[in-house]
C-alpha cells in the first residue's frame, strides 16, 4: 500500500487490505514461538486461545504501533473519529495442518455484537498460504450492505441451512466452525441464484497482515497439501470504550495497547 488514501480507498471497497509487515526474521520467530506453545499443549486440533497470555512474543506483536496505528486510522475513517484511540480484546492462532478443513463463511459482526466501524481483526499470515493450503476467502463489498447475516441456529433458520453431518466434524469447544455457514445475499437470474458479490481467493505472503472490516463475509476450504500449514495469528481490535461483549466460547478481556 503506497499512501493513506490509498489504503482507505481500498478499505472502504473491498472491506479488507492486505500488505507486507513483517520480515522473514520475525516469522520465523511467530513460527518457533507458536510451536513452542503447541508442544506444550499438545494438541493441534483446534486454534490456540489468547497465545498473548502465554508469549511475550505475541503480546509484543499486539502491540506493534504500525498495527495500532494502521488500525486506529481504519477505525476512525470508518466512525469519523479523528485521533481515534483502540484496544485489544482477544488473540487466537490458526494452525490449520495438512488435510485439516476449513472455516464455512461467517462474518465477524455476529460474533462481535457490534456497531459498524467499532470492530477491526487482523490476520497476520504465518505461513504463505493459497487455494491449495486453504487461504481465506472474500466476498468484497459485502460489508457495504451493513447487514448482520446469522449462522443458522435454532432461532435464524430463515437465513440459511444447518449440515448435520459437517457440524460433527468441529473441534471440541468451537461449534460455529463448520456447518452452519452465514447467508450470502444474492438474488435470482434466469432461474439460477447469483451472489449478490463474488467470493474471490485471497493468497498471502507469510508476514503480510490483513485487517478486515467486521461485516466483511469471507471463510477459507480445506488444507488438500501434503506438508504445507497455513498458520496465522489474529488479534481483535475495537474502538477504545467501546461496550464490551464477553462471547460465548472465546472469552475477551480488554488489551491496552498503548503500555
Known amino acids: 500500500m503506497k499512501n493513506k488514501k490509498e489504503i482507505i480507498n481500498t478499505w472502504e471497497e473491498n472491506g ?10 520475525d516469522v520465523k520467530e511467530m513460527k518457533t514461538e507458536l510451536m513452542r506453545l503447541l508442544e506444550e499443549r499438545g494438541d493441534v486440533s483446534k486454534f490456540y486461545e489468547h497465545p498473548h497470555l502465554k508469549s511475550e ?9 504500525r ?10 475513517n470508518d466512525l469519523d473519529i479523528p485521533d ?3 484496544e485489544a480484546t482477544q488473540t487466537w492462532a490458526y494452525l490449520k495442518p495438512p488435510g485439516s478443513l476449513g472455516r464455512d463463511v461467517h462474518h465477524n459482526i455476529f460474533y462481535s455484537h457490534a456497531n459498524y466501524g467499532e470492530v477491526v481483526n487482523v490476520t497476520i499470515a504465518i505461513d504463505d498460504s493459497d487455494e491449495e493450503n486453504g487461504c481465506l476467502y472474500f466476498y468484497p463489498g459485502s460489508h457495504s450492505d451493513r447487514m448482520v447475516y446469522p449462522i443458522p441456529d435454532s432461532s435464524h ?3 440459511a441451512s444447518k449440515d448435520e453431518e459437517r457440524i460433527k ?3 471440541e469447544g468451537q461449534p460455529n466452525e463448520r456447518g452452519k455457514p452465514c447467508y450470502v445475499p444474492g438474488n435470482w437470474v434466469d432461474g439460477e441464484w447469483v451472489d449478490k458479490y463474488p467470493k474471490v481467493y485471497v493468497p498471502m505472503k507469510a508476514g503480510s497482515v490483513t485487517p478486515l472490516n467486521s461485516h466483511v463475509l469471507h471463510g477459507s476450504d480445506e488444507n488438500k497439501t501434503k506438508d504445507r500449514w497455513r498458520r496465522s495469528f489474529l488479534i481483535q481490535y475495537q474502538k477504545l470504550g467501546k461496550i464490551q461483549s464477553v462471547g460465548e466460547h472465546m472469552k475477551r478481556e480488554v488489551i491496552d495497547v498503548y503500555n
Open 16 to 25: 479488507f487490505i492486505n500488505f507486507p509487515l513483517f520480515t522473514s526474521e
Open 57 to 65: 512474543l505475541f503480546l509484543k506483536i499486539t502491540k506493534d504501533k
Open 67 to 76: 498495527l495500532v496505528s494502521m488500525v486506529e486510522t481504519l477505525i476512525g
Open 84 to 86: 481515534c484511540k483502540i
Open 157 to 159: 433458520t430463515e437465513f
Open 169 to 171: 466434524t468441529n473441534p
